[in-house]
C-alpha cells in the first residue's frame, strides 16, 4: 500500500438483480482527500456501484473492503462511523425539524437509551454552522429550497464524523448557483477534513472541476480511469454516450469542457 | 416544540389523565363523590361507606377504568409502531391480521359456549392473534427480510379471508350467541377484572418496553429503509422486533377488549399534531392520550343509555371522528 492508504478498495465487483448482472469486474480505491468522480450514462451501474461501497447490497463476487476489512464483516453502526451517503434530496414533507434530521446523523454512536450528549451537540453545532444552515434548525424541510435541503443532507453525513462521503447527483435537482454553491462546499470539505469523496454524477464538466480522478462506466465495466484530462476526452465520450461533443480546456482551470453538439441543422 | 415544552405536555396530560380516571369512576348508576373514591382507594376511612359502594368502586369501576386506559393507551402505542413500520398513515394496530385472528379466536369461543367458562375468551381469541401473526410474518418473509408490501398484503388478505369466515360462523349461530359475538367484535370492556389486568401486565409491559427501545430507530425508519441503514440501523432486525412486540400487545389487547377500532389510528395522528412525530415523545404521549380518550369514551358507552350499554367501539368512532377533523383543520391553519 501507498504512504496514503485506501480507505475503500473495490476489489473485481460483480454484482446484479433478478435481471442480470448490473456490475462487471469494478476495481476502485479511495484515500482519504481524494475526490473520485463516477460518470457514465443512465444504466451503467453508478448508484448500485455506490450501494455495494456503502454495504447495502452484497455482492455475487468480488469485494468491497473498508479500511482493508470486507464490509460484510462490519455492522451497520460501525459502517455509518466511516461512511456516510448524501442522497438526491428527502420528502419535502418529512415531519421533523433540520436540527432534527441533522442530529439523525449521530445515531450510529448513540446506545439504545442514549439522547445526545454534549459532545453529539457540538458535533451537530459545527456541521449547520459549516454548512451554513444553523439559523434554519428549528424549520422544517419543505420550508427550505432545493439548496437548503441538500445542505441539510450534506451536514447530516457530517455529523457522522465519516472519513468517506458518497454522493449521488447531490445537485441534479438544483439550478445553477445552487450547484456551484453545493459543489464548493464538497470542495472545502473534502480539503479542510480530508475526506474521501465518491461522487456520481451526469455533469461531465463538474467531474472535470472538481474531481482528482474520474471512472468511466458503460453497461457495468469501467472504460476508463485517470485524471479527468485522460478521461473525460471526445473518443471516450463519444464511446460510452454515443454522442457528439467538443471538448476543449477550460482556459481558467486547465480542466477538460464539455460542450454537447447538436445534429446539423438544428439552428437552420 | 422543544424538548422541555414536549416534556411539560407529557406532564400536563398525565395530570389529566389521572383526573379523567377520577371522574369516570364517580359516574354510573351509583353516584360516588372524587372524595369518597379517593377515600375509598386511597385511605381507612373509605371503610365507612356503604360496603356495597366499596364492592363497586374496587370490584366494577376501578378496573374497568384502568382496563380501559391500559388498552387505549396499547392500541395507541401499538398503531404508531405500525404507522412507523409500515410508513403508512392508514396504518393501525389491526392492518397485519392481527384483529382477524383474535377476533376468529374470540367468535369460537363465544358461539362454541367456551366463552363462559373462566377465560375461555381470551385464550381463544389470544391464540388466534398469536397464530395470525406468525403465519402473516411467514408468508411476508423473502430471504429473510421482510419487505412492508408483502406485510401490507399478508394482512390485508388474512383479514379479508378470516372476516369471510366469521361472517360465516355467525350466520350459523343461535340469536343469543350472535348478539354476545357482534357486542364482543365492537369492542367491550364491561367483562374487566383485577384478575385481566394483573394476567395481562406482563405481556404489556414486555412489548412497550420493546417498542419504547425501538423509538429513536423507528425515527430512522421513516426515512426509509434505505437511508435508515446508511444511518447504521439493523433495519431487518429492528422491524422484526417491531412487528413482534406491537402485534403481541395487539393481541392481549384485542383477547381481553374485542375489537375497538379507531382509537388505534386516529390517537397517534392527533399526537403527532401536538407532540411532532419524535416516536420518544410520541409514545408516552400516545400512551396517556389514547388512554384517557378510551376512558371517556368506554364511560360514555355505559352512561349515555344506561342501563343498556353500548359498545364502545361506536363512541370511539363516534366521537373520535369529529374531534380528529377539528384538530386537523385547526392544526392546517395556524
Not at chain 2, 58 to 86: E, N
Not at chain 2, 207 to 232: C, I, K
Request: with cysteine.
Amino acid at each position: 500500500m501507498s504512504k496514503l492508504e485506501n480507505i475503500i478498495e473495490v476489489d473485481n465487483l460483480h454484482f446484479g438483480y433478478n435481471g442480470g448482472e448490473i456490475l462487471r469486474g469494478i476495481n476502485l480505491a479511495l484515500k482519504e482527500g481524494e475526490m473520485v468522480g463516477v460518470i457514465g450514462p443512465n444504466g451503467s451501474g453508478k448508484s448500485t456501484l455506490l450501494k455495494l461501497v456503502s454495504g447495502l447490497f452484497s455482492p455475487w463476487k468480488g469485494e468491497v473492503r473498508i479500511k482493508g476489512k470486507p464490509v460484510a464483516s462490519y455492522k451497520r453502526r460501525e459502517i455509518a462511523r466511516i461512511i456516510a451517503s448524501v442522497s438526491q434530496d428527502i420528502e419535502r414533507d418529512f415531519p421533523f425539524t433540520v436540527r432534527e434530521i441533522v442530529s439523525m446523523g449521530r445515531s450510529p454512536y448513540l446506545g439504545r437509551f442514549a439522547i445526545e450528549g454534549k459532545g453529539d451537540r457540538k458535533v451537530i453545532d459545527g456541521a449547520l454552522e459549516l454548512t451554513d444552515i444553523a439559523h434554519y434548525g428549528e424549520r422544517f424541510p419543505y420550508q427550505l429550497s432545493g439548496g437548503e435541503r441538500q445542505r441539510m443532507l450534506i451536514a447530516r453525513a457530517l455529523a457522522q464524523e465519516p472519513q468517506v462521503l458518497l454522493m449521488d447527483e447531490p445537485t441534479s435537482y438544483l439550478d445553477l448557483n445552487h450547484q456551484i454553491e453545493i459543489n464548493r462546499l464538497v470542495l472545502q470539505l473534502k480539503n479542510e477534513k480530508s475526506l474521501g469523496v465518491i461522487y456520481v454524477t451526469h455533469d461531465l464538466n463538474i467531474a472535470a472541476e472538481c474531481c482528482d480522478r474520474v471512472v468511466m462506466l458503460k453497461k457495468g465495466e469501467i472504460i476508463a480511469e485517470g485524471k479527468p484530462m485522460e478521461v473525460i476526452s471526445r473518443e471516450n465520450i463519444e464511446t460510452v454516450y454515443g454522442c457528439h461533443v467538443l471538448v476543449d480546456e477550460n482556459p481558467e482551470t486547465g480542466r477538460p469542457r464539455v460542450t454537447p453538439v447538436m445534429s446539423e441543422g438544428v439552428h437552420g | 416544540m422543544r424538548s422541555s415544552g414536549k416534556l411539560a405536555g407529557i406532564a400536563l396530560l398525565a395530570l389529566l389523565s389521572v383526573v379523567v380516571g377520577i371522574v369516570s369512576i364517580a359516574i354510573g348508576s351509583v353516584e360516588v363523590s372524587p372524595s369518597e373514591i379517593l377515600k375509598i382507594i386511597f385511605s381507612e376511612e373509605g371503610r365507612g361507606l356503604p360496603e356495597s359502594t366499596q364492592a363497586i368502586i374496587w370490584q366494577i369501576r376501578l378496573p374497568r377504568v384502568i382496563m380501559a386506559f391500559i388498552a387505549g393507551g396499547v392500541l395507541a402505542v401499538a398503531g404508531a409502531s405500525f404507522q412507523a413500520l409500515l410508513r403508512n398513515p392508514l396504518a393501525d394496530p389491526f392492518i397485519l391480521g392481527v384483529s382477524g385472528g383474535a377476533a376468529m379466536g374470540g367468535v369460537l369461543a363465544i358461539i362454541s359456549g367456551w366463552a363462559y367458562s373462566g377465560s375461555g375468551i381470551q385464550i381463544f381469541a389470544f391464540s388466534g392473534a398469536l397464530m395470525t401473526i406468525l403465519f402473516v410474518y411467514f408468508i411476508s418473509r423473502v430471504d429473510g427480510q421482510i419487505p412492508k408490501y408483502k406485510m401490507l398484503l399478508a394482512g390485508v388478505v388474512v383479514n379479508a379471508f378470516l372476516s369471510a369466515l366469521i361472517m360465516l360462523i355467525l350466520t350459523m349461530a343461535t340469536d343469543r350467541a350472535l348478539a354476545s359475538a357482534l357486542f364482543w367484535l365492537m369492542g367491550d370492556l364491561s367483562g374487566s377484572s383485577w384478575e385481566r389486568i394483573v394476567g395481562s401486565l406482563p405481556y404489556l409491559i414486555a412489548g412497550l418496553a420493546v417498542l419504547y427501545m425501538m423509538s429513536r430507530e423507528m425515527n430512522l425508519l421513516l426515512l426509509g429503509e434505505e437511508q435508515a441503514r446508511e444511518l447504521g440501523t439493523d433495519t431487518e432486525r429492528v422491524k422484526f422486533l417491531i412487528f413482534i412486540a406491537a402485534s403481541l400487545v395487539t393481541g392481549v389487547i384485542v383477547s381481553v377488549s374485542g375489537l375497538i377500532g379507531f382509537v388505534g389510528l386516529i390517537v397517534p395522528h392527533a399526537a403527532r399534531l401536538i407532540w411532532g412525530a419524535d416516536h420518544r415523545f410520541l409514545f408516552p404521549a400516545s400512551l396517556l392520550l389514547g388512554g384517557a380518550f378510551l376512558t371517556i369514551a368506554d364511560t360514555t358507552a355505559r352512561t349515555v343509555m344506561a342501563p343498556t350499554e353500548l359498545p364502545v367501539g361506536v363512541i370511539t368512532a363516534l366521537v373520535g371522528g369529529p374531534v380528529f377533523v377539528y384538530l386537523m383543520k385547526k392544526r392546517l391553519h395556524e
